[in-house]
């Protein structure tokens, strides 16, 4: 069974400072990975999809990569800002089966 | 260009009362998620779809049925609603075939069980 998780669940940091959110997943057979975003009572947005034989996507000031053999998957913010704060999660496609599976969050406060 | 839309979007249900929750996508998506997020809980798998007429077990399937009779639609229904069904319910949509192959969420439905 596959188990993804993000440590840490709550993080805070200045303005400014870059932010780096981790994934872990224990099945390294997965499809795509993909980071989303969420504001409290909203839905998911998604930011950005590493396909599993791509190493890395960039958008803007975001940056993930990703290294399956270790399953794991970082997200980088450069220079963050207060509209930065936020839940951000991350979910692994299987490779068989195709289930879609969520890490628990990582709720992201970034203080002006 | 409406993507993915769900059906209600708030709900109140009395405990054993039924309810249908529609989930409607126009990107002509194979695979089709129904999720609960929960407090603390992060977002469930309940079932999922990898294509029409075709559905499965995710990881708390009890107390909910799905259809997928048509490819754009997906279907969740509560039988018989629970206090502890009480959750947001987000249904998610997503192609096979590469590069466009990332998952698309709707709103929400925010649901109640009193």
């Known amino acids: 069974k596959q188990e993804v998780t993000q440590i840490p669940a709550a993080l805070s940091v200045p303005e400014g400072e870059n932010l780096v959110l981790n994934c872990s997943f224990t099945d390294s057979a997965i499809y795509n990975l993909q980071w989303f975003r969420q504001d409290p009572g909203k839905g998911l947005t998604s930011l950005l999809l590493?396909?599993?034989?791509?190493r890395e996507q960039t958008s803007g000031r975001l940056n993930a990569s990703l290294d399956k053999s270790s399953g794991r998957s970082t997200l980088y913010i450069a220079a963050s800002q207060p509209g930065d704060s936020a839940t951000y999660l991350c979910a692994v496609r299987e490779a068989a089966g195709n289930k879609l599976t969520f890490g628990g969050g990582t709720r992201v406060l970034v203080k002006p | 260009n409406a993507g993915v839309t769900q059906t209600p979007k708030f709900r109140v249900l009395k405990t054993g009362q039924s309810m249908t929750l529609l989930c409607a996508q126009d990107m002509n998506h194979e695979y089709m998620y129904w999720y609960r997020q929960d407090p603390g809980m992060g977002l469930r798998l309940i079932h999922y779809s990898v294509g029409e007429g075709t559905t499965a077990k995710g990881e708390v399937p009890d107390g909910y049925n799905v259809s997928r009779l048509k490819k754009q639609n997906f279907l969740l229904g509560l039988e018989s609603a629970a206090p502890s069904q009480t959750s947001v319910y987000f249904c998610?949509?997503?192609?096979?075939?590469?590069?466009?192959?990332?998952?698309?969420f709707g709103q929400g439905t925010r649901l109640t069980v009193v």
């Open positions: 590493i396909q599993s034989s791509q």
């Open positions: 998610a949509s997503s192609a096979t075939r590469v590069p466009r192959t990332e998952a698309f």
